[in-house]
């Protein structure tokens, strides 16, 4: 695994570290930001893997979308959950009306899919390392 998927998938794990202290302080805001950098970062990973660099959200969203999921090796709702959370993220960290407002069960929501997506992540990095070592 070269230094930058390292860093990347680093830097998830330690996002929904945050995500999970976020949301047991019931600070729901929070825990929809991290739960997006988490994905974001798993995402940005996956992608490093192909040699592929983006510095921008809507790079890595985009993509995530054309190349992992278009491509058939991430399932759709993968992709899905990335685009909602940046949306989410989006309005919690920017919006000053009531969709500022992240409701508990939707963090929670959040804070679950961040998981399997982080979960996804690690699985096909596995899968790609031990593809890259078979060569």
């Not at 998830?12 to 988490?38: C, I, Q, W």
């Not at 660099?53 to 999921?69: D, P, R, T």
């Not at 899905?80 to 309005?91: C, G, H, I, K, W």
Request: no cysteine.
């Amino acid at each position: 695994m070269n230094e930058h998927v390292e860093a990347h998938f680093r830097n998830a794990h330690e996002r929904l570290k945050d995500a999970e202290g976020m949301f047991s302080l019931g600070r729901y805001a929070g825990t929809v930001n991290r739960t997006y950098y988490a994905m974001f970062e798993a995402a940005s990973a996956m992608l490093a893997s192909l040699d592929r660099e983006f510095q921008s959200h809507q790079g890595v969203i985009s993509k995530f979308g054309e190349l992992l999921v278009k491509g058939g090796k991430v399932e759709s709702r993968f992709g899905r959950s990335l685009a909602r959370a940046f949306e989410l993220r989006e309005d919690a960290d920017y919006a000053l009306d009531a969709s500022a407002a992240i409701a508990p069960d939707t963090a929670e929501a959040e804070l679950r899919k961040a998981r399997e997506f982080v979960n996804m992540a690690e699985q096909f990095l596995e899968g790609s390392e031990s593809k890259a070592e078979g060569n």
